[in-house]
DNA sequence: AGAACATGTCACTTAATAGTGACATGTTTT
DNA sequence: AAAACATGTCACTATTAAGTGACATGTTCT
């Protein structure tokens, strides 16, 4: 027995958008067209239409939905204040250990991540900001340019970037280099590499807080 | 006036392989169907299926041909024995240098490594063999376990996937963490910053051959 | 020459997709 | 109650894709 039509604007239109973060989340962007969301929403297609304008629209709407990347709070631990005191090294090696725990946590972020890598789009243009913005506060408050030193907005840049790919890969691919990025090891490993470059980029010049 | 039919089995073969390589330099992968590619061949999209079975196996033969990924005699710059005596510093910065030219002058490879990141087929599952393959002879010959006294595997994965990912982006997007990855200049800040990585993880441990 | 085969063309089916116009049914306003 | 509107259903078009069976034409072997 079929329900009830709802007969519900806001409902419905919020269906369609949780049908987008269900779909992503369950079979990927590929599958994300008017027809299966619409199905999986139980929802008819017109309404993408009537209530969105399209399915790039309904993607941005999706996209406002937010959480889709490490904030600044998650990415030091809570309390920015707290993080801003301590020393250079252990807040670079905090920052990698909660980046790194946030975005493995979000299935949806890596799949929008690969789609990044595809195609752009409402989503993958959201996620681009939101992640340049981010990264540009936090180098801001807790990183001015000449700490350590070195280069530090390349060098994170470059260690963000590989963090960002190996968890990319790490959904299909479990190899990379020798290092076994579907296990929790491997995670350590990685970790541990991070360490131990921030140890010695900070150690062959002067220490400066 | 339409130019007379080939009937010349391996010529037409390689039409079509050469025309896979033609449409996913020239639009991507998400234009590679059986149509796009005889289209491209110039050829009727029947003989796909004769001659090859079908477009995996097409693609598989098209990604025999080679070259997508810089070899170790690449990566060393050319005299692989001259590399080895070279002090491990040295090595690695040479490294660095050889494998960011080696990718970003393949825009070919790049594609494939956009692909790999959506699709698992013939050609990716090829091009991440050839990778790991290479990783795995280049660590056994020339970064033996244990020297410079770091994990130098687990951080050349970390720093050689955010190079390729950089290389990756660098198609679409300008700016990465403030970095400018479309410019000659952004690439030099980022070899700075691997030679900053390789320098600081060296000092900070005995330095051993 | 004639049979067997290789090469290539053409027309078709099947399935999936994005998008739209016409309609039915319920709710609100007058 | 009647008109106007909102919500949702349904059936259809047009396009594109993968895949296949029947045929035409040229080559090779006997």
Redesign the pocket.
């Known amino acids: 027995m079929p329900n009830p039509?709802?007969?519900?604007?806001e409902?419905?239109r919020a269906r369609l958008i949780a049908a987008v973060g269900n779909l992503l989340a369950r079979k990927g962007f590929k599958a994300l067209?008017?027809?299966?969301v619409a199905r999986e929403a139980g929802?008819?297609?017109?309404?993408i239409?009537?209530y969105f304008g399209?399915?790039p629209q309904l993607i941005a709407a999706f996209g406002q939905e937010g959480d889709f990347w490490p904030s600044v709070s998650e990415l030091t631990g809570g309390d920015p204040v707290a993080f801003g005191r301590l020393p250079l090294d252990e807040r670079l090696r905090r920052l990698t250990r909660h980046f790194v725990a946030g975005i493995r946590r979000r299935p949806l972020t890596l799949e929008i991540l690969a789609w990044e890598t595809v195609e752009r789009n409402e989503l993958t243009a959201e996620l681009e900001m939101i992640r340049e913005n981010t990264h540009l506060r936090l180098t801001e408050m807790f990183f001015p340019a000449g700490a350590g030193g070195a280069d530090l907005q390349a060098v994170l840049g470059l260690v963000g970037a590989g963090l960002s790919y190996l968890a990319l890969r790490a959904r299909d691919v479990q190899w990379y280099n020798g290092v076994d990025i579907q296990s929790e090891d491997g995670w350590r490993r990685i970790e541990a590499a991070v360490d131990q470059i921030v140890a010695g980029l900070l150690s062959s010049t002067p220490n400066r807080e």
Do not use: C, I, Q, S
């Open positions: 039509p709802l007969r519900d604007r409902a419905t067209g008017v027809n299966a929802v008819d297609k017109v309404l239409y009537r399209g399915l």
